[in-house]
């Protein structure tokens, strides 16, 4: 009988997600294939410290601490009875700063530890939604009217300017957080200072952009060299919520319908696949993501953004697409994972060294 692969679950951290984290990683855990797969749980406190966890949950007091090992003798996590704890393959399922913005993509890269989902580079610029922005542009993918701002520029900040250069209303986002954290819709002046507030508590770059109205959908994407888009699906938001706020996506069980697949053109449908494979190539995405679109009432589609980590709650899009498409949640990982260890792979046959003649 062959060996299990074990896949340490990356979960928690210090982010406002931090909650949305423990609820993705509870799922995957379940649905693993333990045929395959020996998980391993780590947890990342709020305050960043590691533990060995026998569930995933945010009880981290009852974990074994751990610290990281760099010997190349024992590469990987050491837990205060001196267990050496050496994954195979590492998933990190953290969503936001310091998880998803290739922090921890980066630490495993320099511990040659292989680890699901897209690398430094593709993280960090997908979950920069200003430079995210600026390379569909320039790749000639639509995106919504923006303009940004550094905390430097709080003060001299004008809302006449803004609002003749973007209309009203307009949305204030702070550039590298998800979950609709730190996300504002703005009509007037007095919800203007307070959405700057609220941006700038949480980042140093504050985006503005035009509201689109249209519809909200997402599709989700899988692949490597050759990545391929499920069916798109809708958010039908309630009238009750001025957007699909963090409120609305996680507290609210009546906030928010999903249509899977959205009511939608087969026309539109392949267009919106289009640009979502040709987003995930540009941002450089790899293994699976999440693509968040809008599509106007005139029939034209703009990217709102990428998720390099999506959720994989019970009501999260990503599992459910794919699921819709045939794959169901213990597969969908499986081949995620399948796919890390063959692009990892690919990886080591490259040239570490150079020797000049």
């Not at 074990?6 to 993705?24: M, R, T």
């Not at 590691?50 to 601490?65: I, P, R, S, Y």
């Not at 953290?94 to 699901?116: C, R, S, W, Y």
């Not at 922005?133 to 803004?162: Q, R």
Request: glycine fraction near 8%; hydrophobic fraction near 40%; aromatic fraction near 10%.
């Amino acid at each position: 009988m062959s060996k299990k692969t074990s896949v340490a679950i990356l979960f928690g951290g210090k982010s406002v997600e931090h909650a949305i984290s423990i609820n993705s990683a509870k799922n995957i855990a379940e649905y693993i294939d333990k045929g395959l797969f020996e998980p391993l749980l780590i947890g990342i406190s709020p305050q960043g410290q590691w533990f060995l966890m026998d569930e995933v949950n945010g009880d981290f007091n009852k974990g074994k601490a751990l610290n990281y090992s760099l010997s190349p003798q024992q590469i990987g996590f050491i837990s205060e009875d001196r267990q050496l704890i050496s994954p195979d393959i590492v998933f990190p399922v953290l969503h936001g700063t310091d998880g998803e913005d290739g922090t921890i993509q980066g630490m495993l890269k320099a511990m040659n530890i292989p680890f699901v989902g897209t690398g430094v580079l593709g993280s960090a610029v997908s979950m920069n939604k200003l430079y995210s922005k600026k390379l569909m542009n320039a790749a000639g993918i639509p995106t919504s009217k923006f303009c940004h701002f550094s905390v430097e520029d709080k003060d001299t900040l004008s809302y006449e300017k803004l609002k003749a250069e973007l209309g009203l209303p307009f949305m204030t986002k702070a550039a590298n957080l998800g979950s609709s954290v730190g996300i504002y819709k703005v009509e007037s002046e007095e919800e203007f200072k307070k959405a700057v507030d609220g941006v700038f508590k949480y980042d140093n770059t504050m985006l503005c952009e035009s509201f689109v109205k249209g519809r909200e959908l997402e599709c989700s994407v899988m692949g490597n060299q050759q990545p391929v888009a499920s069916v798109p699906g809708e958010i039908v938001v309630s009238s009750d919520y001025a957007f699909y706020t963090y409120e609305a996506k996680y507290l609210d069980p009546d906030a928010a319908k999903l249509q899977i697949p959205a009511k939608v053109s087969d026309e539109i449908s392949e267009e919106i696949r289009k640009l979502s494979i040709e987003s995930y190539r540009v941002l450089g995405c790899e293994d699976f993501a999440r693509v968040d679109l809008f599509l106007k009432e005139d029939g034209s589609i703009l990217i709102n953004e990428i998720n390099t980590i999506p959720g994989f709650t019970n009501s999260s899009m990503f599992p459910m697409m794919w699921q819709h498409d045939g794959i169901s949640f213990a597969d969908l990982i499986t081949k995620i994972i399948n796919m890390a260890e063959a692009r990892f792979d690919r990886s080591k046959k490259l040239v570490k060294t150079y020797k000049p003649d």
